[in-house]
């Protein structure tokens, strides 16, 4: 039986049906207009022929192509989070890399040269590294590698092969590195957020945080330093390192503070410092949340602690009562009170220079935290006064003094520093108008 194949655009209302042998297709209907999903022939409404495959019209398809806010929003989330957990295996991936090179390219390159990649997979690894070596064939033929220092094979490694090497070679790596369990461990927390990355794939909040720890960890055991001297008290963000002079010396944001807490407690903040500035109303992060035992062990450590209180006794004290809606003295007895707890912990200290209580009278902006703000270590948590909010639901904001100045983009494209020094002058001149506490 002959196959009729008419053109598409002239029969777009084809009933296809299967011949009465079954082996060739005849095509029948006529019209210019698709007949419905659920209709045979136009002469024979009602009969659908045996075999007949109709085509429904689009818009009884039933698709809807439209996304609404909750979608959008769910892709936003998704990209967000793979974005992250994306820059972190990238970090690892590359560390791993000069690792790998570092430890078998003096190995296996005298003798082996430009193949010594291939070489040192053996027979165990061979499908795997030709896979790699036709993957960079084609990238030179179409025009891939575009810097030259990625043409070769280990650059065409992912992480599972790169991981592989380290593992058929462990003697060779075992002087650099302490625990193989631990590579291995961190390894394998990484390989679930890199299949779901690589993939597309919903990401989520806790396997997000696990890869963001064993990325940390991996890096640690593999021996690359942050080069901030800081990060042992707030640990250094693989986003803040890429995109950090974005934002100034902007590292952390939180919609209160007891967000701030979860990610760096007060003990996290205040213990091993050198030097503590802060100013404030009450300087509630401080004297609630570190016990005065602590601050007297910081102190006789040998750290520097200039506190500033607003003076209960003043009317911006009063006026701070009626904007929170306070009874008359509440806030000015808590603010005493604090004072007091301050007192008592100067008191039981050997040097009491180290340790000076202030208050001032002008009217409170901010309160500030400033840790070793006089190196580049520092770190300081800041919030700024709202009308109607008390200072526990205030945003906060973190900033790194790392000293590195940040460049501005726009306008002349001179440099700009960061936040950190604007807050640490301001400290220093509400500093020189205040009065000592006895």
């Given amino acids: 039986m002959r196959v009729h194949r008419p053109p598409p655009r002239q029969y777009p209302s084809l009933i296809v049906e299967r011949g009465a042998e079954g082996g060739a297709l005849v095509s029948s209907g006529g019209g210019l207009e698709l007949p419905p999903g659920d209709r045979g022939r136009q002469d024979d409404p009602g009969r659908v022929p045996p075999g007949a495959v109709s085509v429904a019209r689009p818009m009884e398809i039933g698709a809807e192509l439209e996304w609404g806010a909750d979608a959008w929003t769910e892709v936003r989330t998704r990209a967000r989070r793979a974005g992250r957990a994306y820059i972190w295996l990238n970090i690892v991936e590359q560390r791993l890399r000069a690792v790998v090179a570092a430890v078998l390219r003096p190995i296996y390159e005298p003798v082996h040269g430009d193949e010594w990649v291939v070489a040192a997979a053996g027979p165990a690894g061979h499908e795997w590294v030709q896979r790699a070596v036709a993957v960079r064939e084609v990238s030179r033929r179409k025009g891939y590698l575009l810097d030259p220092a990625d043409d070769n094979v280990l650059s065409f490694l992912t992480l599972p092969q790169l991981r592989e090497l380290m593992v058929q070679h462990w003697p060779c790596f075992e002087p650099y590195l302490d625990d193989r369990r631990d590579v291995e461990l961190a390894l394998d927390e990484l390989e679930v957020a890199r ?69 760096l407690p007060a003990e996290d903040l205040f213990s091993g410092a050198r030097r503590l ?20 062990r910081l102190a006789e450590s040998g750290c520097r602690a200039r506190l500033l209180f607003l003076n209960p006794a003043s009317s911006a004290v009063r006026r701070r009562e009626r904007e929170l809606g306070l009874k008359k003295g509440e806030l000015s007895r808590s ?5 007091m707890h301050m007192r008592r912990v100067r008191a039981r200290l050997r040097d009491t220079g180290g340790f000076e209580v202030r208050v001032f009278d002008e009217t409170p902006r901010f309160t500030a935290y400033l840790v070793n703000g006089d190196g580049p270590d520092g770190l300081a948590v800041v919030q700024s006064y709202l009308r109607r909010t ?5 945003p906060v904001f973190v900033l790194r003094g790392s000293g590195r100045d940040v460049v501005h983009r726009s306008g002349g494209g001179g440099d700009e520093a960061g936040l950190f020094p604007t807050y640490r002058e301001e400290f220093e001149s509400v500093w020189t108008d205040s009065r000592p506490v006895s």
């Fill in 195 to 263: 299949n779901v990355v690589s993939r597309n794939r919903a990401l989520s909040e806790t396997v997000l945080a696990q890869a963001e720890r064993a990325s940390g960890r991996l890096l640690e055991i593999l021996g690359s330093g942050t080069g901030t001297p800081s990060a042992d008290r707030l640990p250094v963000d693989a986003v803040e390192d890429l995109v950090g002079d974005r934002y100034a010396d902007v590292v952390g944001v939180h919609a209160d503070r007891v967000r701030l807490q979860r990610q």
């Fill in 335 to 339: 603010v005493e009170m604090n004072i």
């Fill in 277 to 296: 500035d802060a100013i404030g109303i009450g300087l509630n992060l401080l004297v609630q949340n570190y016990s005065g035992r602590r601050l007297v």
């Fill in 390 to 394: 008390r200072g526990m639901e205030a």
